[in-house]
C-alpha cells in the first residue's frame, strides 16, 4: 500500500507543474460554459415548463461539469504514455517491479486527475460563483448535501479511474488504440450526461443510462450537489457507484490476466 | 500547383489505405463523436420542439451546413493543427528551402481523411435539413446555400492558420484556439441569435461566424428578404486576412530550432 501511497504523491505533485496549460484550458472551460448554459437558456425561454430541473441547478451542473473536466470526464485523465508502452513493448520495464501494474497505473490515474482537477476547478468556482443568480454557480443547499457531494464525487472518481483500467487493458488485445479511445469516450461522454445532462434524456433511456457505470461518472455528483438528486433516489444512486467501483475494478483485474499471460517478450 | 496538390492527394490516400482496419476503425470514431451531439440536438428536440422560433428541422438544417464547411476545413487544413510539431522537428525548415509557397506545403503536407466520418454525419443532417426545413428553393436560396458552405470551410481554415501562427511564437499549440474551431462547430449548431445579442454582436464582428451561419440561414429560412444576406458569407472571408498577416508576422522572424 505505501508504495502505491509514494506513486500517487509523485503524479500528484507533477501533474501540479503544468500550471500554464491549466490556465489556457480554463478559459477555453469558461467559455464553453457560457455557450452551454445560453442555449440551455434559450430553451428555457421557448418552453419553461418542460424543462425537467430547476435552471438554477442546471447552471450549477454545467459550471461544475466544466470545473471539473479534468477528473470525470474520460479523456481527462487518460495517459498516452501507457498505450505507447503497450504499442511499442516498454511494458516489460514494469513487468519487472515488484509491484502490480494495475494498482500502480490506478494510483498515477487519480492522482493525474485530481491534480490536474484541482488546477482547473479553483478559477471556474471563483469566477462563477460570482455571476448574476440564474447563471452562475450557487452554493449546495445546506452542509449535509454539501458533504454527500463531496462522497459521491470521490466515488466518481474511483469509477472513472477503474474504467479508464478497463480501456487500458482492453487495448492489450487490439492493435490500434486511437479506435478504442474515441470509441469510447464518445460512448462515455454521451452516457454520462456530458453532451446533454441525464434528466433530458427522453423516458425509457434514462433509466437505462442511470443504470450503466457512465452515469455514476458526472451525473450523479454533479446532480446531488443542488439537491436535484435527493432521498432514496440518492441512496439509491451513491449505492450504485460502489457497485460499479467494484465491478470495473473486477473486470479490469480479470482483463489484465488475461492480457499479461498472453504477453510474449521477444527480447531484442 | 493544382497538379502538384493532386500528387500529394493520391500519395496520402495510399498511405492511409495501407492500415485499412484502422482507418476504418478510427472514422467511425470520429462520427460516433459527431452523432452523440446530434443525439443531444434529438433528445432536446423531442422536450421542446422548438427553440426560440426555429424547428428541429431548421437548426439540423443549420447545423449540416456548419458542419460540412468545419469537416471540409478539418480535412485539407489539418496541416496547420500539427505545425507545432513540423517547427520542433525541423520539417518547417526543409519546407522553406522549397521554392513552392509556404503555406501551400504546409496544407499539402497532411490530409485528415479520417473527417470523412464527421463528414458524412454532416452531409447526413445537410440533406435531411434541405428536404425537410420546408424552404421554397430558389436559384438565389441555393446560391446562399453554397455560399454557407464555402465561408464556414474558410473562416475555420483561417482560424487553423492563425493557430498555426501562433506556433511561431509560443513553440507550442494553444489550447485556448480550441475554442475558436471546436468549441465554435459544436455551439454553432444552434442559429447564433438564440445566444443573444452580445454574442451575436461578437460573432459578427470579432470572429465572423454570423456572417455564414445566422444571417443567410434567415434568408435562407425566409424571415429576412434582405439580398446583403446572400453575400455576407463571402464578406466573412475578410478573416483570413489578420489571420494570413500574423502568420507573415510569424515567418519573417522565424529562427529555426536546430533540430
Not at chain 1, 501494474?101 to 471563483?126: C, D, E, G, K, Q
Request: aromatic share 16%; with cysteine.
Amino acid at each position: 500500500m505505501k508504495k502505491y501511497l509514494s506513486f500517487f504523491r509523485l503524479r500528484f505533485a507533477m501533474s501540479l507543474q503544468y500550471r500554464v496549460a491549466a490556465l489556457a484550458g480554463v478559459v477555453c472551460q469558461f467559455f464553453w460554459g457560457a455557450m452551454a448554459i445560453l442555449a440551455f437558456h434559450a430553451f428555457y425561454e421557448t418552453d419553461p415548463s418542460a424543462f425537467p430541473m430547476d435552471f438554477q441547478a442546471t447552471a450549477s451542473y454545467i459550471w461544475l461539469q466544466q470545473g471539473l473536466l479534468a477528473m470525470l470526464a474520460v479523456y481527462g485523465g487518460i495517459d498516452a504514455k501507457v498505450f505507447e508502452s503497450i504499442q511499442n513493448g516498454n511494458i516489460v520495464y514494469e513487468l519487472c517491479r515488484p509491484v502490480s501494474i494495475y494498482s500502480m497505473w490506478f494510483a498515477n490515474n487519480l492522482a493525474n486527475r485530481l491534480a490536474r482537477a484541482l488546477l482547473r476547478l479553483i478559477p471556474v468556482v471563483v469566477v462563477a460563483s460570482l455571476l448574476p443568480a440564474p447563471f452562475g454557480l450557487m452554493a449546495p443547499p445546506d452542509i449535509a448535501t454539501g458533504l454527500l457531494f463531496v462522497l459521491s464525487l470521490m466515488l466518481a472518481l474511483w469509477v472513472v479511474a477503474a474504467f479508464t483500467l478497463v480501456v487500458y487493458n482492453v487495448t492489450f488485445f487490439t492493435i490500434s488504440d486511437r479506435g478504442v479511445r474515441l470509441v469510447s469516450v464518445a460512448l462515455s461522454d454521451f452516457l454520462m450526461g456530458a453532451v446533454v445532462p441525464l434528466p433530458f434524456f427522453p423516458d425509457g433511456f434514462r433509466q437505462f443510462a442511470e443504470l450503466l457505470p457512465f452515469s455514476c461518472m458526472e451525473n450523479v455528483p454533479l446532480r446531488v450537489y443542488s439537491g436535484d438528486l435527493a432521498g432514496p433516489e440518492m441512496v439509491r444512486a451513491i449505492l450504485l457507484q460502489i457497485f460499479w467501483v467494484f465491478a470495473l475494478v473486477l473486470i479490469g483485474k480479470v482483463l489484465e490476466r488475461k492480457a499479461l499471460k498472453r504477453v510474449v517478450v521477444q527480447g531484442g | 500547383m493544382l497538379r502538384l496538390y493532386k500528387k500529394y492527394f493520391s500519395i496520402h490516400l495510399k498511405s492511409v489505405m495501407q492500415y485499412k482496419a484502422s482507418f476504418f476503425i478510427t472514422m467511425t470514431g470520429n462520427f460516433l463523436t459527431q452523432f452523440s451531439v446530434f443525439l443531444g440536438l434529438l433528445f432536446m428536440f423531442q422536450r421542446f420542439r422548438r427553440v426560440k422560433d426555429f424547428s428541429f428541422q431548421e437548426v439540423v438544417l443549420c447545423y449540416g451546413i456548419l458542419l460540412l464547411g468545419f469537416q471540409i476545413s478539418q480535412m485539407f487544413a489539418s496541416g496547420f493543427k500539427v505545425f507545432d510539431s513540423m517547427i520542433a522537428n525541423g520539417q518547417f525548415d526543409r519546407i522553406l528551402t522549397r521554392p513552392r509557397n509556404e503555406i501551400f506545403q504546409v496544407l499539402a503536407s497532411r490530409i485528415d481523411f479520417v473527417r470523412l466520418g464527421g463528414m458524412l454525419q454532416g452531409a447526413v443532417m445537410f440533406v435531411y435539413g434541405v428536404t425537410q426545413a420546408q424552404v421554397e428553393w430558389t436559384a438565389l436560396r441555393i446560391l446562399t446555400l453554397c455560399f454557407m458552405v464555402i465561408g464556414g470551410a474558410v473562416v475555420f481554415s483561417a482560424i487553423f492558420l492563425l493557430d498555426g501562427a501562433f506556433a511561431f511564437f509560443t513553440l507550442e499549440g494553444l489550447e485556448f484556439m480550441n475554442v475558436f474551431s471546436y468549441g465554435a462547430s459544436e455551439h454553432g449548431k444552434y442559429p447564433l441569435g438564440i445566444y443573444g445579442k452580445g454574442m451575436l454582436t461578437f460573432c459578427t464582428f470579432a470572429v465572423p461566424y454570423a456572417l455564414f451561419q445566422y444571417y443567410p440561414l434567415l434568408f435562407l429560412l425566409g424571415r429576412s428578404d434582405n439580398l446583403w444576406f446572400v453575400f455576407l458569407p463571402l464578406v466573412s472571408c475578410w478573416f483570413v486576412v489578420p489571420c494570413w498577416l500574423v502568420w507573415r508576422l510569424g515567418v519573417r522572424r522565424y529562427k529555426s530550432t536546430g533540430s
